[in-house]
């Protein structure tokens, strides 16, 4: 629900955007915030390495197939050829992008040597396939000495019925060579049997034509048969023994696939930031967010976006926002908000260089949800259940965002319910930050200690 207030799925559609490869987009569903900093900063680490390497090149990221489910056979299934060729063609790939990013990876080095080179496998695959996923014979003497008598006994055969077409041409329907059930035919009268023996395997839709294997060539055509059979066992016993190298390999593929999920997911997040011109906030005692901008309103107005500076001074616990009617101040709550979330998620936030944000542990918001697209109505009721359960949620480092606290009643007594609920969440060692209409509650900002006013 925070996350669907504060608008954070639509950072993740934004960098779904820039994702390359399947991997990567499941990679992006782990994108949330970190429970602690370190794991965050950790993450801004990468992040900057990745921004740095982005602003000078491209890194080899390519759209590699998803072959998870290629990996998650059973047992005794044998991978199609073009299967195989997708398996290698995804690792050389993955190494490719090893082979780009070791150079400048220092940050990153840890993602990038996850990715563990399958050279053996790959040259192995491409070996004995060819780029359309029919087995090689370059070198399968076996095989290739198979397909060499199939060509020459299948060449004879073609011969001899041409040859038996031209000599009983008064009964053939028409001048060609066909298969039926697996051998070749011609297509003859009813009559046929006064000019040549032979065995009919199947009829027209007309049953005008009668499809024969003469007499003459059904040693030939079962030598064709056998060969076939045989041949088809060589090419399976290869797609076998790749199956079970692929299989064999798999744990070290599907470490390869998270690995390069997660630096296309640092790629993506990378190429968001420097669209954005975001920059990677330092953590301090102070919220001090120079030139924000709501992630939401930059995407749909551009350089027209306004930002805004938001800043809680130290030993401050309370900032009350006020200002007219649309006149930004929820834009303001929610921008704080969802720059919080992202910085902790290991993102950078469009603001300026020099912004500074404190080790917020979560944060908690109560809005009226007419300012989302649902428009329904909250009721004063329904506020203050939600006032109560931040209340019993909330602790020290939490940073709770309140619009408009006590609306739905008496002007009066909802300030100073809203004061209440203010003095009750920093007594309890959250940061508030409320903005509102009632003077009660203004006037509590410019006497209350610790409280900051502001206005938009």
């Known amino acids: 629900m925070l996350g669907d207030l504060l608008e954070f799925s639509s950072i993740q559609g934004y960098i779904r955007s820039m994702l390359v490869s399947e991997v990567g987009i499941t990679a992006l569903d782990t994108l949330s915030p970190f429970e602690h900093w370190e794991d965050a900063q950790t993450r801004w680490g990468m992040l900057e390495e990745m921004m740095q390497i982005m602003r000078q090149r491209r890194p080899a990221f390519t759209a590699i197939p998803d072959i998870r489910p290629l990996l998650a056979l059973p047992d005794g299934a044998v991978l199609e050829g073009q299967d195989l060729l997708k398996v290698a063609g995804a690792l050389t790939d993955m190494a490719g992008l090893r082979n780009d990013l070791e150079v400048d990876a220092a940050a990153l080095a840890g993602l990038v040597e996850a990715i563990t080179p399958l050279d053996d496998l790959v040259r192995m695959t491409r070996t004995n396939l060819l780029p359309s996923g029919e087995v090689s014979d370059?070198?399968?003497?076996?095989?290739?000495?198979?397909?060499?008598?199939?060509?020459?006994?299948?060449?004879?055969?073609?011969?001899?019925?041409?040859?038996?077409?031209?000599?009983?041409?008064?009964?053939?329907?028409?001048?060609?060579?066909?298969?039926?059930?697996?051998?070749?035919?011609?297509?003859?009268?009813?009559?046929?049997?006064?000019?040549?023996?032979?065995?009919?395997?199947?009829?027209?839709?007309?049953?005008?034509?009668?499809?024969?294997?003469?007499?003459?060539?059904?040693?030939?055509?079962?030598?064709?048969?056998?060969?076939?059979?045989?041949?088809?066992?060589?090419e399976q016993r290869v797609l076998r023994e790749l199956t079970s190298s692929v299989v064999h390999a798999a744990p070290i593929i599907r470490a390869n696939l998270e690995a390069y999920?997660?630096?296309?997911?640092?790629?993506?997040?990378?190429?968001?930031?420097?669209?954005?011109?975001?920059?990677?906030?330092?953590?301090?005692?102070?919220?001090?967010?120079?030139?924000?901008?709501?992630?939401?309103?930059?995407?749909?107005?551009?350089?027209?976006?306004?930002?805004?500076?938001?800043?809680?001074?130290?030993?401050?616990?309370?900032?009350?926002?006020?200002?007219?009617?649309?006149?930004?101040?929820?834009?303001?709550?929610?921008?704080?908000?969802?720059?919080?979330?992202?910085?902790?998620?290991?993102?950078?936030?469009?603001?300026?260089?020099?912004?500074?944000?404190?080790?917020?542990?979560?944060?908690?918001i109560e809005m009226d949800t007419a300012q989302d697209i649902s428009h329904d109505l909250s009721t004063f009721t329904a506020h203050a259940k939600a006032l109560k359960d931040i209340y019993l949620s909330a602790g020290p480092s939490d940073l709770v965002l309140l619009d408009e606290p006590g609306t739905g009643t008496d002007h009066d007594h909802g300030g100073a319910i809203a004061i209440a609920c203010i003095d009750a969440l920093r007594a309890k060692g959250a940061t508030v930050v409320a903005t509102s209409h009632s003077d009660l509650v203004k006037l509590y900002g410019l006497t209350q200690q610790g409280v900051e006013n502001a206005a938009v």
């Not at 006994?153 to 040859?163: I, S, T």
């Not at 008064?170 to 298969?179: A, L, R, Y």
């Not at 034509?209 to 055509?221: L, T």
């Not at 930031?273 to 953590?283: D, S």
């Open 261 to 364: 999920g997660a630096l296309d997911l640092l790629q993506a997040c990378a190429a968001y930031a420097l669209k954005t011109h975001a920059v990677i906030p330092r953590l301090g005692d102070v919220v001090d967010i120079k030139g924000a901008s709501h992630p939401v309103l930059l995407e749909r107005l551009g350089k027209s976006c306004i930002p805004l500076d938001i800043r809680i001074p130290a030993g401050k616990t309370g900032l009350i926002i006020s200002g007219p009617n649309a006149g930004g101040k929820t834009v303001a709550l929610k921008t704080l908000g969802l720059l919080v979330m992202m910085a902790k998620s290991g993102l950078a936030i469009p603001a300026r260089e020099g912004s500074t944000m404190p080790r917020i542990a979560r944060i908690w």
């Open 138 to 234: 370059l070198k399968n003497p076996a095989l290739r000495q198979l397909r060499i008598r199939y060509r020459s006994v299948r060449a004879a055969v073609l011969e001899r019925l041409e040859r038996i077409m031209e000599r009983v041409k008064p009964v053939v329907m028409e001048d060609i060579v066909t298969i039926r059930n697996g051998r070749f035919v011609i297509p003859m009268r009813h009559d046929f049997g006064t000019c040549l023996s032979g065995i009919t395997h199947d009829y027209s839709g007309s049953r005008h034509s009668v499809y024969v294997e003469p007499m003459e060539v059904v040693e030939d055509n079962n030598t064709l048969t056998d060969l076939k059979s045989e041949i088809r066992d060589e």
